[in-house]
């Protein structure tokens, strides 16, 4: 039990010496790359959802319902 619980403590230590060493993103950054992660998103939603009508235009068509 006392060995989990010292190699757990070392685990902790070294996982915030590890994050202390990490180049966090400014404000504004962090703010760019939101947006740009929603824009993207959404412009993949519009691809899919389009593909997605075509197909069922398609398989309507062939199926002729």
């Not at 757990?8 to 994050?19: G, K, P, Y």
């Not at 939101?34 to 412009?43: D, K, S």
């Amino acid at each position: 039990m006392n060995n989990w619980l010292g190699a757990t403590r070392q685990f902790l230590s070294d996982t915030m010496a590890e994050l202390r060493k990490c180049s966090w993103p400014s404000r504004a950054e962090l703010f760019e790359s939101t947006i740009l992660m929603i824009v993207a998103i959404a412009v993949l939603a519009l691809y899919v959802a389009f593909v997605d009508e075509i197909s069922r235009l398609l398989i309507n068509f062939l199926t002729m319902k």
